[in-house]
Structures are given as C-alpha cells and as structure tokens.
C-alpha cells in the first residue's frame, strides 16, 4: 500500500494547515528523474541487447518484431514523461492527492502529492500495445485473440484499479478486483493445460505430460489474483511498487530471450516473445513513472499502477508459459504475502498503514511488528533512511531473480 494519507476536511485542520492545504494554484511537480534512471538502466538494456543481437541466433523475424515493439515501447517512455505532470494538474483539481506520511513531521510531509498517477502508464501502455498489433499481427494471426485478451484484462484491470484509488475499496473487495479482470483470459484461453511431469517423478507416475484441466485454468487465476495484490501490499516507501515491476520485468526480459535462444521448438520461442511483446511496453512506461516516484517522490503510483502491472506480468507470465519461473521471480512478494496473512486474515489486528516509524528529526525509518518484508527489513537491518531502505530492498529482489536463474540452470535435464 502506498506510503500516503488521503486528503482530508478542512474542519479537522488547524489554521496554519488550512493554508497550506487550500491554495489558489498548486505548484508544478518536480522535474524527473529521467536521467538518473536511464544511466541506471544501462545495467540491463547493455546484457539484454548483446542476448539479443550476438550471443543468441534469434531468427530474423523475431529480431524484427522485437525491435518494433522496443522503439514503440521507446515512444511509451517518452510520452509517459509528457503525460505525468499534466495529468498531475488535472488529479490535484479533483482532489486526488495525498500526503507523505513517510516524511511527515517534515515540510515535504505537507505537500500535496498528485495520486493515481498509474492511470497515466496504463493508458500509455495500452495505446503502445494496440499500435504494435498494426505491426506485426495479421487477421489470420493465431497469436491475436490471446493478444487482445490479455489486453482486455490488462485494461480491465487498469480500470478497476483506477475505482479502488477514487473511492477507497475495503480490503476484502481489493481481493475480488483481479478475479474480475481475469475473466477475459479465462473464458479466451484456447492453450494447453498440460504441464511436465518431474523427471525423477517419472518412474512412478507412469507418464510424462499431465493433463489438468480446468485445475490449470484455476491455477491461472489465482496466480492473476496473487500478481496483482502481491504488488500492492509489498509497497509503502518511494519508488518501491515501481521499482520492484523494473526488477522483475527486466528479469522476464531476459528469461525470454534466453529462452528462444536456446529452444528449437517454434511454437515455444513465439509463446515467449508473445511475452516480450507485453513486457518491453510496460518496463518503458514505469521507467518514465519511476522517474517521477523514485524518493522523494513528486507523485503517487496509486492502486491503478500496482493492479496494473501485476496483471500484465500475470498474464505475460502465463501466455508465455513459464508460471513456475515467474513465481520464484517474486519470491519477495510471496514471503511478504506469508507475513502478511495473519493481518490481512483478521487474526492480528491490522492497521490501515502497516509502514515502519518515521523519525522527522534523524529522517530515518524504524520498523514496527508489523507483519511486511519493509517492517522486517529494518528489524534485521536497522535503522535506515527512505531511500537506502528501498535501495536494499530492490537489491533483494534482484537478488532473488538472479537466484531463480541459477536453480533453473542447475535443474536443467534433472528436473524437466
């Protein structure tokens, strides 16, 4: 959940902060972060372009649909930029800010903080994605159904989340919300529901491909459901809902590559660059929000952006078939969800806000008990500032979809 308080009454501010809350112009946004984030960017795109064009003999056509869609992707970053601090003006005429409860006791714990700025990326994607189908899908292509599927529940998602930021949803409709948007790729989904049975599993077994039927279509959807708020609750300092999307997304980039590189079989390679086709629009866009959220933030991502990005990653994930790769990819978010369900089940009392303490004096965070990976963190780490804290965690997450390569290359030819 995003480290922010809603706007709230005139009648329970005092005089001092009635001024500073009503004001006859909002003050523009801070200028981006753009730079900063493209140099640190450079430690993927480098790796993910030598895959690409050298070490990899990616057939052509694949090399060109790739490049297409990466300088339409491209166009997405740049119009994200244009796009975020004018719909900032618009969000804060209705209303739609909040303030930074991280900082507060401080004088950036007072300023307005345009909210929902997800909708931006969202829309921004969706355009990117449709404009790439002029492209390169035919009305004969057997890829465009599924293509136009997961994007109906990408927007459909996008949609809801956009509901839950303006009229602030309990937690128990939070959790119906991606169940909803998943239906489209529920009902359309015309692919295999088979999956390989273990090697050493084999012998007992009896057989090596299991069919699983509507169980596997029942896995899919949870695993929508999971994406989507395993994003939103491992959230709650600057930049970290966005920055752990960059994380994963970029490690679903070059899972895929690796994966068309070293497979022969064709319809494999096209399921995983279905998958690039979706993930290279989305890490541009969040690159551009990311230079506005990353600490101190100048905007709120929102629920739009959380439920927005899980739900593409689900369906790129599941489309793409490597489920199982994609979960070890959010191991962070699968220990924060653990922590979590004693809270979020109602056994331990959960507050609105389960963020660490900040010390406006020191500017340091300090963790609560709280059952979240950020409250852990510091408990193991100690105190941390905002910025370093998502920095350390961003590192783990890294660290943990590096890991994921290693086991899948040491279980190659054993296990599958």
Same mark, same amino acid.
């Given at each position: 959940?995003?480290?922010?308080?809603?706007?709230?009454?005139?009648?329970?501010?005092?005089?001092?902060?009635?001024?500073?809350?009503?004001?006859?112009?909002?003050?523009?946004? $801070?200028?981006?972060?753009?730079?900063?984030?493209?140099?640190?960017?450079?430690?993927? @795109?480098?790796?993910?372009?030598? !895959?690409?064009?050298?070490?990899?003999?990616? =057939?052509?056509? @694949?090399?060109?649909?790739?490049?297409?869609?990466?300088?339409?992707? &491209?166009?997405? @970053?740049?119009?994200?930029?244009?796009?975020?601090?004018?719909? &900032?003006?618009?969000?804060?005429?209705?209303?739609?800010? #909040?303030?930074?409860?991280?900082?507060? =006791?401080?004088?950036?714990?007072?300023?307005?903080?345009?909210? &929902?700025?997800?909708?931006?990326?969202?829309?921004?994607? %969706?355009?990117?994605?449709?404009?790439?189908?002029?492209?390169?899908?035919?009305?004969?292509?057997?890829? %465009?159904?599924?293509?136009?599927?997961?994007? +109906?529940?990408?927007?459909?998602?996008?949609?809801?989340?956009?509901?839950?930021?303006?009229?602030?949803?309990?937690?128990?409709?939070?959790?119906?919300?991606?169940?909803?948007?998943?239906?489209?790729?529920?009902?359309?989904?015309?692919?295999?529901?088979?999956?390989?049975?273990?090697?050493?599993?084999?012998?007992?077994?009896?057989?090596?491909? /299991?069919?699983? #039927?509507?169980?596997?279509?029942?896995?899919?959807? !949870?695993?929508?459901? @999971?994406?989507?708020? &395993?994003?939103?609750?491992?959230? #709650?300092?600057?930049?970290?809902?966005?920055?752990?999307?960059?994380?994963? $997304?970029? +490690?679903?980039?070059?899972?895929?590559?690796?994966?068309?590189?070293?497979?022969?079989?064709?319809?494999?390679?096209?399921?995983?660059?279905?998958?690039?086709?979706?993930?290279?629009?989305?890490?541009?866009?969040?690159?551009?929000? /990311?230079?506005?959220?990353?600490?101190?933030?100048?905007?709120?991502?929102?629920?739009?952006?959380?439920?927005?990005?899980?739900?593409?990653? +689900?369906?790129?994930?599941? /489309? =793409?078939?490597?489920?199982?790769?994609?979960?070890?990819?959010?191991?962070?978010?699968?220990?924060?969800? /653990?922590?979590?369900?004693?809270?979020?089940?109602?056994?331990?009392?959960?507050?609105?806000?389960?963020?660490?303490?900040?010390?406006?004096?020191?500017?340091? %965070?300090? =963790?609560?008990?709280?059952?979240?990976?950020?409250?852990?963190?510091?408990?193991?780490?100690?105190?941390?500032?905002?910025?370093?804290?998502?920095?350390?965690?961003?590192?783990?997450?890294?660290?943990?979809?590096?890991?994921?390569?290693?086991?899948?290359?040491?279980?190659?030819?054993?296990?599958?």
């Amino acid at each position: 959940m995003p480290a922010r308080k809603r706007a709230i009454t005139a009648t329970n501010l005092n005089p001092d902060h009635i001024k500073t809350v009503i004001s006859s112009e909002d003050p523009p946004i $801070a200028p981006s972060k753009a730079g900063k984030i493209l140099t640190c960017s450079l430690i993927f @795109f480098v790796p993910y372009l030598y !895959l690409i064009f050298i070490h990899y003999n990616i =057939g052509a056509e @694949f090399k060109r649909s790739i490049v297409i869609n990466a300088v339409l992707s &491209s166009g997405g @970053f740049v119009l994200t930029l244009v796009m975020i601090p004018v719909a &900032s003006r618009y969000v804060l005429r209705r209303n739609l800010f #909040g303030y930074d409860i991280n900082k507060k =006791g401080t004088p950036q714990g007072l300023i307005k903080v345009p909210e &929902s700025l997800g909708i931006v990326v969202g829309i921004v994607f %969706l355009v990117v994605a449709i404009l790439f189908q002029y492209f390169n899908f035919t009305a004969d292509s057997n890829w %465009l159904v599924e293509y136009n599927v997961a994007l +109906a529940s990408i927007c459909f998602m996008t949609l809801l989340g956009f509901v839950d930021d303006v009229l602030d949803v309990p937690w128990r409709v939070k959790l119906l919300l991606p169940s909803i948007a998943a239906l489209p790729l529920l009902m359309a989904y015309a692919g295999h529901t088979t999956i390989l049975v273990p090697k050493p599993l084999i012998p007992y077994v009896g057989f090596e491909i /299991l069919d699983l #039927g509507w169980i596997y279509k029942l896995y899919m959807w !949870l695993l929508a459901i @999971f994406c989507t708020n &395993s994003i939103n609750i491992h959230a #709650g300092i600057n930049g970290l809902e966005v920055g752990q999307t960059v994380v994963i $997304a970029s +490690a679903m980039l070059i899972h895929n590559v690796m994966q068309i590189g070293l497979s022969s079989d064709s319809e494999y390679k096209q399921a995983h660059v279905f998958s690039i086709y979706l993930i290279q629009p989305l890490l541009a866009t969040s690159l551009a929000l /990311l230079s506005f959220n990353w600490y101190p933030s100048s905007v709120f991502v929102g629920d739009t952006y959380t439920y927005f990005a899980g739900m593409t990653m +689900a369906v790129a994930g599941i /489309l =793409g078939h490597f489920s199982e790769t994609l979960l070890i990819f959010f191991t962070p978010q699968v220990l924060n969800f /653990l922590l979590s369900v004693p809270q979020l089940s109602g056994f331990i009392p959960c507050p609105r806000h389960r963020l660490p303490k900040f010390d406006p004096q020191t500017g340091l %965070l300090t =963790g609560t008990k709280d059952g979240t990976v950020v409250n852990v963190s510091l408990r193991v780490l100690g105190r941390k500032s905002e910025q370093s804290l998502c920095v350390a965690l961003l590192v783990f997450q890294a660290i943990c979809c590096f890991l994921c390569f290693v086991l899948r290359w040491f279980l190659t030819g054993w296990y599958k």
